[in-house]
Antibody, heavy 119, light 110 residues
Framework: QLQLQESGPGLVKPSETLSLTCTVS??????????WGWIRQPPGKGLEWIGT???????YYSPSLKSRVTISVDTSKNQFSLKLSSVTAADTAVYYC???????????WGQGTLVTVSS | QSALTQPASVSGSPGQSITISCTGT?????????VSWYQQHPGIAPKLMIY???NRPSGVPDRFSGSKSGNAASLTISGLQAEDEADYYC??????????FGGGTKLTVL
């Protein structure tokens, strides 16, 4: 059973870069039938897809976030990461890391981590 | 891209059937058979209930079914149970190689 665990700062200052890591256990991040991505959920609101990556480095991002987002995969550590630059209060959300057999769906979710943007 | 359109809330009594709609465009729902549905109980991560319009992952009861017609997809839950009370989200692959979610629907079991 694949397990995902997010880690990173819970508080980020406005204009800085949000950085999160997702550690994968129970499976290999180099699996040919897996995509690795991030989804967020502002408090009390709906889900928003951020982007996804294949272990080869191919990436796909939300058009609305594309200019600020980088998702990368570290096969040596079985981890993948999210960087979101120039954050504002609107980026405050629970961030979920995710896995899907195809990039259009999520089969496994991390437990989520709340990131608050505030000075 | 705009979020897919879902009703804010639906309700039903135990044993009844309910349907949640998810309306998009020809650039997402209507253009691809990559519609998924997720169930989310308060405070925990969502769970995949339906993928590729009408397929159920292992372990999901057959009370849950999905369908699509044109630019709209639907999730039907038959034989409603108390534990079905949750938020439900649809999602679709899009022509920009991204994924878009619906705004979510709160299901209340009366």
């Amino acid at each position: 059973q694949l397990q995902l665990q997010e880690s990173g700062p819970g508080l980020v200052k406005p204009s800085e870069t949000l950085s999160l890591t997702c550690t994968v256990s129970g499976g290999s991040i180099s699996s040919s039938d897996s995509y690795w991505g991030w989804i967020r959920q502002p408090p009390g609101k709906g889900l928003e897809w951020i982007g996804t990556s294949y272990y080869t480095g191919s990436t796909y991002y939300s058009p609305s976030l594309k200019s600020r987002v980088t998702i990368s995969v570290d096969t040596s550590k079985n981890q993948f990461s999210l960087k979101l630059s120039s954050v504002t209060a609107a980026d405050t959300a629970v961030y979920y890391c995710a896995n899907g057999r195809i990039r259009s769906r999520v089969d496994y979710w991390g437990q989520g981590t709340l990131v608050t943007v505030s000075s | 891209q705009s979020a897919l359109t879902q009703p804010a809330s639906v309700s039903g009594s135990p044993g009844q059937s309910i349907t949640i709609s998810c309306t998009g465009t020809s650039s997402d729902v209507g253009g691809y058979n990559y519609v998924s549905w997720y169930q989310q109980h308060p405070g925990i991560a969502p769970k995949l209930m339906i993928y590729e319009v009408s397929n159920r992952p292992s372990g999901v009861p057959d009370r849950f079914s999905g369908s699509k017609s044109g630019n709209a997809a639907s999730l039907t839950i038959s034989g409603l149970q108390a534990e079905d009370e949750a938020d439900y989200y649809c999602s679709s692959y899009t022509s920009s190689s991204s994924v878009v979610f619906g705004g979510g629907t709160k299901l209340t079991v009366l």
